[in-house]
């Protein structure tokens, strides 16, 4: 498990940053770093020595305003003592401190948590609470403050609940009656948060409430950890390292204390960079590197990807040119604190001229699941999205994916919006969801059980156009001239919709058509994804039509970033309302001449499109007025 471990020659003292501590004198303008030391490093910093010598390859390339230091992970628990002088360690280096719990019986065994009808087991998590909070007046609890098990007093306890609402039950009272109340008995001052892991679309399951937990904790967090989208097993997209930090402020706005990234799983730099920005794109106060360990481990040449030496946002050999020796090496003390110390310098500057982010609202009912992590594709697909845990009825556009489904009076909401002369945009798996529940009393509309393998589309009055491959859609029956196709897709003489309209009173229905592979929207051709953005984004003031992979960040002060995720260039157009006339890029200054696009027949689109390209792996900054 522990492949990163450093071998302690490894940490050479003989290496001195002069350049690099001029570019971390300071600390950041527009976030704070703190840094995770699990039970197992807090236990060897016992030994003085062994944890002077590493702080210093640390500080060295990183500016650190907190240090998170671990009390309970797999059994390990360092003593008081040893707590006490971490504590006073830092704090002679002028860095904050707070407690970290980690409630695993054994990590390496699937992530086994305790059993949370176990009295003995049950004594043992009060214990570790009552013993952080002897000792800090801030308390994290990392990614497993849930329960897998599933032994024989589990099963007599759940009784004829289900495995969600059992575990949802027996989390919220294990937060009040063995963390948060003890926690706070033992010391009235602490502030006890609970760190949310990236698995969101499936926590009901093994008892993360997002209901009742946030209300009684002080804080939440995120963990914004993505890791690698195709190669890693959990398969998330990295628009997620932005999504998800956005949905858990809008469950506690102002209680979302930061995010959290490794570097797992990230086979070149960029890919660790790029969760890092993401964390701070989507404004998170805070961001926690995991951790101590992990900032020792030394940079690998292995790192630099393919399309580096190209000024690319994240520059792998100008990141080096600070510790380079004459014969093109690095020495080994040079590690991934110099990367996000070096990725953090790249955004400072920008971050605070970004307003407040803004994006399509989504409702995500709590405890809801469908189309599981679907949202993140379509912000692959530059559709800036805003998760919400509540009907955003106040909304001109609400989009609605199948996990809305789970909100029993859905139906009636949706009917509400359009009355109100309002937009709302429904997948097909919401469609498919609510057969049977009132849906066709708005449009007469099936997802029926045929599906089509298609790769031409008619997304508009040109020349059908093709994708790259093809892709396998549920067949969508509709009645003619009651709804209508917006976009089609066509084969061997038939077509079926992938985005439907459909009037009702004053409102508009869209069906957004899903194919069965998520990650086909990315194959859809650039024209069809244009008329999807269209019309999801009509109330936004910008849109960036272009191929997927490019993610829009929307900011509500006419501050935007566009940023791409491909590996080679990507050729984009940014479309703005015409009420604004220039658009600048924000980091070169640069002034970008916009044109106006001609509309449907002839007429005015009241739209000035402006090309621009991202480099592979690159963001850019932009402002319009
Ligand atoms: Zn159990």
New binding site residues.
Partial sequence: MNRFKIPIAGVSMLFVHSVLHSAHAGHYKNFDVAIYMRAQEVRQAADPKWLESRWAVVQKQLSVDKVYIETHRDGAMPDAETVDAAKRFFKDKGVRTAGGITLTVNEGNRFQTF?Y??PDHRKKVQDIAEFTARHFDEIILDDFFFTN?K?E??IRAKGRRSWTRFRLDLMTEAARDLIIGPAKAVNPKVKVIVKYPNWYEHFQGLGFDLETEPKLFDKIYTGNETRDPDRSNQHLQQYQGYEIFRYFENIKPGGNAGGWVDPYGSFALDRYAEQLWLTLFAKAPEITLFDFRQMLVPLRKELRADWQGRDTSFDFDAMMAQVRKSDGTWPDDVTYALAAGYAFDRVDPVLGKLGRPVGIKSYKPFHSTGEDFLHNYLGMAGIPIELVPEFPADAGIVLLAETAGADPAIVDKIKKQLTDGKTVVITSGLLKALKGRGVDDIVELQVTERKALVNTFAAGFGPPVQAKKDILIPQIQYLTNDSWEEVSALSDGIGWPILHSADYAKGKLYVLTVPDNFGDIYSLPPEVLTRIRETLMKDLYVRVDGPSKVALFVYDNNTFIAESFLPEDAQIRIVLDSKLKKLQDEISGEELPGKEIPGWWGRKSGKTGYDATLKPHSFRVFRCE
Avoid: E, F, K, R
């Fill in positions: 059993c009808t176990n098990c032994c007093s589990c």
